[in-house]
């Protein structure tokens, strides 16, 4: 029961965890507003392969759901 826009930050919450930084303002906005963040590698130089196997597949899931959701998936602030 979760909308395109909770499957969206689910799956970038991964990302988030491992310090990203996202080109997104509203991404980087609400990542930023929680404490535990710590951006800290730009997002060009992000690398999946920090990711572990269950991060992986997690990160797949959801990214299916919320294209199945809405084509194109959750729709970014420009």
Known sequence: N???NDLWLARN????RHGR????KELQNYF???????????????????FNEYEKKNAEFLR???FAMHDGGYQLDQ
């Open 2 to 4: 979760m909308s395109d």
């Open 13 to 16: 919450e991964i990302y988030a």
């Open 21 to 24: 930084k996202f080109d997104s």
């Open 32 to 50: 930023g507003s929680k404490s535990r963040y710590n951006g800290t590698v730009n997002a060009a130089d992000f690398k999946e392969t920090v």
């Open 64 to 66: 299916q759901k919320e």
